[in-house]
């Protein structure tokens, strides 16, 4: 199953598909499922596809060699002319985000390793902030290495800092956060706690995020479907 791990060794591409009834998010899977189950792509190393929770829509967490090998995948005929179509007939919004992954942290047992595959009972939370450039780097310290505190959330597993480096569909910096939970009822929870009864390193964070952050955009995601290169 694939890993996450800030290691700099793939680029990793997270597309978000927004769409508006929950027919067409099928429509949106099966179509995802078809693509990734036939890919063989120079520089493809895993596909991993998940349906929204909370809004229609699906992403595609996807680990590539390099971004050249990811342009020449979309300067291909295919893409251009059957899979961008494809999508935007079902789709409200199309964003194809280049990311590095900057930072990751799991609760201790589980030893320092982030996976993401069907085989596991998740309940993912993706949320996406612009920034300005000039604090891309003091939002990624305030989202990652500054909640650590994290690890003592009841239900709270993991999450993952990405930098993102460049997208179509949205403009400007931004940064991503893939967190994993135990389960629905865990997340809303922590997302439901009043300020004021928010621990003091929570409130601080918060107040820090919400001073860099120029926008912010989030979906819960459950993983349905995962494939890698030689599958």
């Known amino acids: 199953m694939p890993k996450i791990a800030a290691d700099g060794q793939h680029l990793t591409v997270l597309n978000l598909f927004s769409t508006d009834a929950a027919e067409k998010q099928v429509k ?41 090998d990811l342009e020449s995948r979309y300067a291909g005929e295919e893409f251009k002319h059957r899979t961008l179509p494809l999508f935007g007939e079902i789709t409200t919004s199309i964003r194809l985000l280049q990311n590095e992954i900057a930072f990751t942290q799991q609760k201790p047992e589980l030893g320092g390793v982030t996976e993401i595959s069907p085989s596991r009972d998740d309940y993912t939370a993706i ?29 709270y597993r993991t999450h993952t800092v990405l930098r993102g480096l460049r997208a179509r569909g949205i403009e400007g910096k931004f940064v991503v956060v893939y967190s994993q939970w135990d389960s629905k009822e865990a997340y809303d929870a922590f997302r439901s706690v ?19 952050q120029t926008w912010q955009d989030e979906n819960t995601y459950q993983v349905v479907h995962t494939r890698a290169a030689g599958e």
Do not use: C
């Open 194 to 212: 009043p300020q004021g009864e928010r621990s003091p390193e929570r409130q601080k964070v918060d107040a820090r995020v919400a001073a860099l």
């Open 28 to 68: 949106l899977l099966a179509a995802m499922r078809q693509i990734v189950d036939t890919a063989a792509y120079e520089g493809w190393i895993s596909s991993t596809v998940h349906a929204g929770q909370d809004k229609p829509g699906t992403a595609n967490f996807i680990q590539w060699r390099s971004t050249e």
């Open 127 to 155: 949320e996406l902030f612009g920034v300005l450039p000039e604090n891309q780097e003091d939002l990624i310290d305030a989202l990652g290495e500054s909640q650590t505190w994290l690890v003592d959330v009841p239900g």
